[in-house]
């Protein structure tokens, strides 16, 4: 029995699959197929129990998994020990990515971190749909938002204020709004997920709460396309202060309602199993922290954010 064939058992146990680990794995359903009979036969148990439509650990998996599990740890961790710094840090990173946080932030680190360490390799998946690891082939994913699923694994990287922005030119030739109420006299520029238009804004001066439906004629599915909008000086957009920061800090757009902020969010990196937490993603974590921090800061130096944000 090989390490390749523990690790598509592993896999098989965390799908409850075996086209679906194959996949992951690019191999063959057929191939892996005959690699558990073999395992099987080796072992003299069952690990899976098999339907039509279903596959579970048997019992004689149940206890086999775990120590499986923990012995692949070992001998990774062995493995890493004997390497070299640059050397250790090795693999494809599989990351699905937003489109504006990706192409215009994330993107250029991940560059950074793949000149360091040669064998790094990357597969992105750029798209601000939700994500189905199984089905869109990803292993790990940075998203605005808290995982919901609690099955899932994730890390927290930096506390994200979402700001109302526009140019200077809009703001002149169509007024600054000094209350929420004033947004009826607006252009606003929407993200549209699926079918559903954000057009509903909500904001709090730290007593009360505002919700305000905006009208407006522009909206997509592409994060980067409302920005760029934005820039353009269609009209008044809600951004993720880190997607839009780069305008900010050149003053290519400003905020508008300093006075009312904007419902915060939180950025993470999320994986769906812990085997998906590699030497690389924690390499990846660690980078986004670092940067995303530099970048925060750069806004409360200028004053646009409020220091707090920094905090975890």
Known sequence: MNIEDLKLILKVAEFRSI??????????????????KRVELELGSELFVRTTR???????????????????AILEQAKHNLKGEHDEIE??????????????????????LMDNYPKLSLRAHISDSNIDFYRDSVDIALRYGSPSDASVYGFKICNVPRLLCATQEYLLQNGSPEHPDDLANHQGLFYQLQDIINNTWEFTDGESKYKV????????????????????GKGLAVKSALDIADDLLN???VTALPGYQHTNG?????CPSRQSITPAVRLLRDACRAKSQTILQQLVNKGIIDKSVLKD
């Open 91 to 112: 693999g494809e990173l599989r990351v699905a990515l937003s489109s504006d946080l990706g192409r215009n932030l994330v993107i250029p680190w991940i560059d950074e």
């Open 251 to 253: 003053d290519r757009v």
């Open 266 to 270: 939180e950025l993470w990196l999320i």
């Open 54 to 72: 279903h596959l579970r650990l048997s019992a004689a998996g149940e206890r086999y998994i775990p120590q499986c599990e923990q012995a692949l």
């Open 19 to 36: 086209t679906l680990a194959a996949a992951k794995l690019d191999m063959r359903t057929a191939t892996a197929s005959a690699v558990i």
């Open 213 to 232: 439906k905006m009208d407006g004629r522009r909206a997509s599915n592409d994060g980067d396309l409302v920005r760029r909008w934005c820039v353009a």
